[in-house]
């Protein structure tokens, strides 16, 4: 689940990269203050998250066991 800390920094689009820089997947016109991404279909591995909010860009990584 991806949440942002102040109501007013809505999350707009959200970029699922594996470590390879391929991009997996890709959600658009969001404009929430949360989205939750289900991992079920990924392959274990890691993975680069790319969150584009109101306020600008954030990276987080994640993992699949």
Same mark, same amino acid.
């Given at each position: 689940? +991806?949440?942002t800390? =102040? #109501? %007013?920094? /809505?999350?707009? &689009?959200?970029? $699922? *990269? =594996?470590? !390879? %820089?391929r /991009?997996? !997947?890709?959600?658009? =016109? +969001?404009?929430?203050?949360? $989205? !939750? /991404?289900?991992? =079920?279909? $990924?392959?274990? %591995? #890691?993975? /680069?998250?790319?969150?584009?909010? !109101?306020? %600008?860009? +954030? *990276?987080?990584? $994640?993992? &699949?066991?």
């Amino acid at each position: 689940e +991806i949440k942002t800390n =102040d #109501a %007013g920094n /809505l999350v707009n &689009r959200v970029e $699922l *990269f =594996d470590m !390879t %820089g391929r /991009l997996v !997947t890709q959600v658009n =016109d +969001i404009n929430k203050a949360w $989205l !939750t /991404l289900k991992k =079920d279909n $990924l392959p274990p %591995g #890691a993975y /680069l998250v790319s969150v584009y909010t !109101t306020y %600008g860009k +954030i *990276f987080k990584k $994640l993992s &699949r066991r």
